[in-house]
């Protein structure tokens, strides 16, 4: 007998029936820049997306409430830079305002704050730097795991829901889970950027939050590309022995396979980065006519769920929460 598997296949509501994965704006961490200016600035290299002030930021929280997004990550741009990055940890700077005017206005709203230094160093990476015996620069890994743990410390303190650390720095999961515990903080989560890539993709970002190195590169602390899944179990291993709560694949759609491979082997919650090159690939696409931006995007983002991700970062994610709901009718 012939097998007719697109008999399942014939109509919407068929398709619907026997979808496997689903997609919702529960899935969706929405990414919000946050500066110290008054005013919204477009980013050139991502359109669509913006710096916010601190009443912005809490605007967009709302935006994303309303849209059924239940949590938002926050990135600080501060008005000025120093070689410690002390602004990450300052108790009034912008990422800590910010998670305290949310959580008062918007209370339903999950705030993840990212904890690293690279937006605020006047170098652009993640933590005080040193020479190596070559002369090379790097970052001082021991001296970043301190003023890491006191970032995240600050970030529970001003009221954030959750601590991100992305700084890639070898025990930094370990020291900020011991220095939240210290503080009184054992109840709120760490969710690592276990598998973090020295990407290209990154590069919207970097313009976005000022956080491009002014010397050297971060390939001595984030992972080779042409790494494998040994590296990528090695390191979401090390996170999740020290304490985290999540872990994390950045980017996802060139790790598809790491992705998978993780949540093949851990069972903690597990979030895709839809990250910035990414996005701003399709919206270039789009705008050029080449793709039905629609479609790409939910096509991706539910690639990135079937892959395993609980949870997804996306700068589309107010547009693809709108067209969800539009999908069914709500």
């Not at 529960?26 to 359109?47: K, L, N, Q």
């Not at 970002?205 to 992972?223: H, K, L, T």
Request: charged content about 20%; overall charge negative; some cysteine.
């Amino acid at each position: 007998m012939l097998e007719r598997p697109r008999r399942l296949r014939r109509s919407a509501g068929l398709r619907a029936l026997t979808r496997e994965v689903s997609l919702s704006a529960r899935h969706f961490i929405h990414p919000i820049f946050v500066h110290e200016e008054d005013t919204e600035t477009p980013i050139a290299t991502m359109p669509g997306v913006s710096r916010h002030s601190v009443a912005g930021a809490v605007a967009q929280a709302r935006e994303a409430l309303s849209l059924g997004i239940l949590s938002v990550i926050l990135f600080g741009i501060p008005s000025q830079k120093d070689p410690q990055g002390s602004g990450a940890y300052a108790e009034g700077g912008v990422i800590q305002r910010a998670a305290a005017a949310i959580k008062a206005e918007v209370p339903g709203v999950t705030v993840i704050a990212d904890t690293c230094l690279c937006e605020y160093t006047d170098h652009g990476h993640c933590g005080p730097l040193c020479q190596t015996g070559e002369g090379d620069w790097t970052v001082d890994n021991d001296a970043a795991l301190e003023l890491l743990a006191r970032t995240a410390v600050s970030q529970a303190r001003a009221g954030a829901d959750v601590v991100a650390p992305s700084a890639m720095m070898d025990g930094q999961v370990g020291a900020i889970r011991a220095a939240l515990d210290a503080a009184g903080f054992e109840h709120v989560p760490v969710m690592a950027y276990a598998v973090k890539y020295a990407s290209a993709y990154y590069g919207p970002f970097r313009d976005a939050a000022g956080s491009a190195p002014s010397v050297g590169n971060r390939a001595s602390y984030q992972m080779d590309p042409a790494g494998g899944e040994r590296e990528a179990l090695r390191e979401a291993r090390l996170d999740a022995e020290q304490g985290a709560d999540f872990l994390m694949v950045k980017p996802a759609l060139a790790y598809l396979d790491m992705l998978r491979a993780l949540r093949e082997h851990f069972d903690l919650p597990l979030v895709a980065y839809n990250v910035s090159g990414e996005y701003s690939l399709i919206k270039a696409a789009a705008q050029a006519g080449y793709m039905d931006e629609r479609r790409t995007v939910l096509e991706t983002l539910t690639g990135m769920r079937r892959a395993g991700a609980d949870a997804i970062i996306t700068y589309h994610a107010l547009d693809a929460a709108r067209w969800l709901r539009e999908e069914v009718g709500a």
